[in-house]
């Protein structure tokens, strides 16, 4: 069977031998061995450079990786390199694991809710979908695609949720601004929430 021709791909600019390596190489570099998300402060710290330098070099970094098996991931202030979405199956074959579960419709519609209006009280998610999300939300924490960010300030403090560095990997996401643009219904009436745990059981 005759093998599909080799598209030649963007690459890193390659370092000569003996050359002192740029500080994408380096950038890389560091990403590469850290295996977590490390902030912009640590890379800037390890680089000895200013903030704004490590973030041009993560900008023409998350560029050349667009069309690699790696893609650079970021979550706030914090960024790491993650395998690309689209070599997942072939990973998990690899790996020997086994698909988890999907996320069920209920799931799948909170966690929109959320990606789109974090941060969010389960009272605001309950008002959009108009039924009680409080299960779905446990399951969505159990699975590390949600995970608490704060309270909001207002009478019971209740809890707000936002997305994870693991919503975006699963779902093939750079950084929030890669999602593609939804409406979201308006809610549907206003809920209140339970001053002692900020969201009801």
């Given at each position: 069977?005759?093998?599909?021709?080799l598209i030649?791909?963007?690459s890193?600019p390659?370092m000569p031998?003996g050359a002192?390596?740029?500080?994408?190489?380096?950038?890389e570099?560091?990403?590469?061995?850290a295996?977590?998300p490390?902030?912009?402060a640590?890379?800037a710290r390890?680089?000895?450079?200013?903030?704004?330098?490590v973030e041009a070099a993560l900008?023409?970094?998350?560029?050349?990786?667009r069309?690699?098996?790696?893609r650079?991931?970021r979550h706030?202030?914090?960024?790491?390199?993650?395998?690309?979405?689209e070599?997942a199956?072939v990973?998990?074959?690899?790996?020997g694991?086994q698909?988890?579960?999907r996320?069920?419709?209920?799931a799948?519609?909170?966690l929109?809710i959320?990606a789109?209006?974090?941060?969010?009280t389960?009272?605001?998610?309950?008002a959009?979908r108009?039924?009680?999300s409080?299960g779905?939300?446990?399951?969505l924490?159990a699975?590390?695609?949600?995970?608490?960010?704060?309270?909001?300030?207002?009478v019971g403090?209740?809890i707000?949720?936002a997305?994870?560095a693991?919503?975006?990997q699963q779902f093939g996401?750079?950084?929030?601004t890669?999602?593609p643009?939804?409406?979201?219904?308006?809610?549907?009436?206003?809920?209140?929430?339970?001053?002692?745990?900020?969201?009801m059981?």
């Amino acid at each position: 069977m005759a093998r599909e021709p080799l598209i030649e791909q963007p690459s890193l600019p390659q370092m000569p031998p003996g050359a002192a390596p740029t500080t994408l190489q380096l950038l890389e570099s560091l990403l590469f061995v850290a295996g977590e998300p490390v902030t912009i402060a640590q890379l800037a710290r390890a680089l000895e450079l200013p903030g704004d330098a490590v973030e041009a070099a993560l900008s023409a970094l998350t560029e050349a990786c667009r069309t690699r098996g790696v893609r650079v991931q970021r979550h706030g202030d914090s960024v790491q390199l993650v395998s690309a979405p689209e070599a997942a199956r072939v990973i998990g074959r690899f790996l020997g694991v086994q698909a988890g579960g999907r996320l069920s419709t209920a799931a799948l519609e909170v966690l929109a809710i959320i990606a789109y209006r974090q941060p969010i009280t389960r009272a605001q998610i309950d008002a959009v979908r108009g039924v009680d999300s409080s299960g779905t939300i446990r399951a969505l924490l159990a699975r590390d695609m949600i995970a608490e960010a704060g309270r909001l300030e207002s009478v019971g403090r209740p809890i707000l949720y936002a997305t994870t560095a693991q919503f975006l990997q699963q779902f093939g996401l750079t950084n929030l601004t890669d999602l593609p643009e939804i409406e979201l219904p308006e809610p549907l009436e206003e809920h209140t929430e339970s001053p002692e745990h900020g969201a009801m059981p």
